[in-house]
Each structure stands twice: as C-alpha cells, then as structure tokens.
Nanobody
Framework: QVQLVESGGGSVQVGDSLKLSCVAFRYSVSKCAMAWYRQPPGKERELVSTINSEVATNYLDSVKGRFTISLDNAKNTVYLEMNSLKTEDTAVYYC?????????????WGQGTQVTVSS
C-alpha cells in the first residue's frame, strides 16, 4: 500500500529555517501532484503548497517568498524548504499525494510532522 513518511520537523526560533522531507513508497511523486498541508493548533487544515508533474508550483499567500516546494524524483521525495519562519507557521505539516487531481479515487496522506516556531 501507498505510504508517505514525513520528517524534518522540530522546534525553532523566529527567523530560522527548516526543510521538511516526504518519502513516498509504492507511489511515484512525479506521477500527478504532491502537496504540503498544515494544521495550526485549534484551526482547520490548510493547503500550503502544491507541485505537479510539470513542476508547476503554488503557494499559500502567507508563505510566498519564504517557502519552496521541490521534488527529487531519484529519491522519490518531495521537500518543503521553510525560511524566515514565523510563530504563525507553527502547525503539524502533512504531505499529500493528490491522486484525485489525475482521476484517481483517493488522495494519500502522511502522518504529519510538528513544526513549532517560538519567539
């Protein structure tokens, strides 16, 4: 079965950087589109960034210019590089394989990784 495994979260200070990784098993990250979502404490899950098979990217307005999504097809991994972190970036970050974008019957999700930004 498909499995997405995130890593790279942690506790950092305002202005620091983190790079999240998501390795996919039994699913090709270049097949359709991949995404990072986040869920801040007490809030709804929100879409942070997407990247499709043509490497077109989109970002949540509040992270534009600070976050970068990328793919490494050789490692079957999607990354989210986060710079100039703010306290409002604190959330559980989830990797998702957006298979429904290409007609699939479901999307796939990782287990999440915690990012905590303190001042």
């Amino acid at each position: 079965q498909v499995q997405l495994v995130e890593s790279g979260g942690g506790s950092v200070q305002v202005g620091d950087s983190l790079k999240l990784s998501c390795v996919a098993f039994r699913y090709s990250v270049s097949k359709c589109a991949m995404a990072w979502y986040r869920q801040p404490p007490g809030k709804e899950r929100e879409l942070v960034s997407t990247i499709n098979s043509e490497v077109a990217t989109n970002y949540l307005d509040s992270v534009k210019g600070r976050f970068t999504i990328s793919l490494d097809n050789a490692k079957n991994t999607v990354y989210l590089e986060m710079n100039s972190l703010k306290t409002e970036d604190t959330a559980v970050y989830y990797c998702a394989a957006l298979w429904t974008w290409c007609g699939g019957d479901r999307n796939y999700w990782g287990q999440g990784t915690q990012v905590t930004v303190s001042s």
